[in-house]
Each structure stands twice: as structure tokens, then as C-alpha cells.
């Protein structure tokens, strides 16, 4: 199997891909981010509506014994593509209750994404294609 060591020697350069392109009034809570060796979680907060519901996106570095689990009750399930790369939207039926999630793979980085979001079908796409990975300025 491949390591993500042999990718790249420090577990660091794991841990450096965003949305580029969030809603108006979105950015990242710090506090929140969940970093490991395999698997990054960024959630999103408005600064200007505290009470909207945050955006996330999920990473994991996929190897073997990598599982990755949708509930798909209450939902509608599409195929889509983003930026070349195979995925699902998951829509929810009642986005009250859950968040529509859109997912895809990155193959040649052995990469899965994965977005959760209270937001339109266009809007989450448009945020999957925005994915980046971001130089640090911190």
C-alpha cells in the first residue's frame, strides 16, 4: 500500500486544502479543524448571521481499511462530476433535519472529499470546484 509518507515526508502538506470559494460572510472556525495523519476536518461559520448553519468539508487520505459512510435515508442521490473527478450530491429531503452533501474522489492524489452544507444544488458544486489546496500565511 501507499503511505502518505511517501507522498510527502511531512504530515503537514496533508493538511492544506479549502473552499476558495464560500459564501458571502463565511470563514473558517480555527477552533473546529480536525487534523490527523489521514483525514482533515474545516468547518465553516457566517460572521455575519451567527445562527446560520455551518458549512464542512472533510478529507481523508484514502488507503486500505478506509471506510467512508453516507446516510442516504431522506435523501435523493446524483451523480455528479467536479472538476473531472467522479462524486455523488446527496440532496436531502428535508434539509431541516440534514445537510445535502456532495463527494468525490481525487484518484491521483487517493483523496476523498466531502462537503456538508444547508445550501442549493448549484451552491455546493460551485464550493466542490473551489476546493484548493492553499499555501499557509499563517
Known amino acids: 500500500p501507499l503511505l502518505l509518507s511517501h507522498v510527502c515526508p511531512a504530515a503537514a502538506c496533508f493538511d492544506g486544502y479549502e473552499i476558495t470559494a464560500l459564501p458571502d460572510g463565511y470563514e473558517?472556525?480555527?477552533s473546529q479543524r480536525i487534523a490527523s495523519v489521514n483525514y482533515v476536518g474545516i468547518e465553516y461559520r457566517n460572521k455575519l448571521a451567527p445562527d446560520a448553519p455551518p458549512i464542512y468539508l472533510d478529507y481523508i487520505y484514502m488507503q486500505q481499511g478506509t471506510v467512508y459512510d453516507q446516510v442516504t435515508d431522506d435523501a435523493t442521490i446524483s451523480d455528479?462530476?467536479?472538476?473531472?473527478?467522479?462524486?455523488?450530491?446527496?440532496?436531502?429531503?428535508?434539509?431541516?433535519?440534514?445537510?445535502?452533501t456532495i463527494t468525490w474522489i481525487d484518484t491521483?492524489?487517493?483523496?476523498?472529499?466531502?462537503?456538508?452544507?444547508?445550501?442549493s444544488e448549484s451552491s455546493m458544486l460551485h464550493m466542490a470546484e473551489s476546493v484548493a489546496l492553499v499555501e499557509a500565511t499563517k
Open 28 to 30: 473558517e472556525d480555527s
Open 80 to 100: 455528479i462530476t467536479v472538476n473531472g473527478m467522479t462524486g455523488y450530491l446527496y440532496l436531502s429531503k428535508d434539509m431541516s433535519k440534514s445537510d445535502n
Open 108 to 119: 491521483e492524489h487517493n483523496l476523498q472529499f466531502s462537503i456538508d452544507a444547508r445550501l
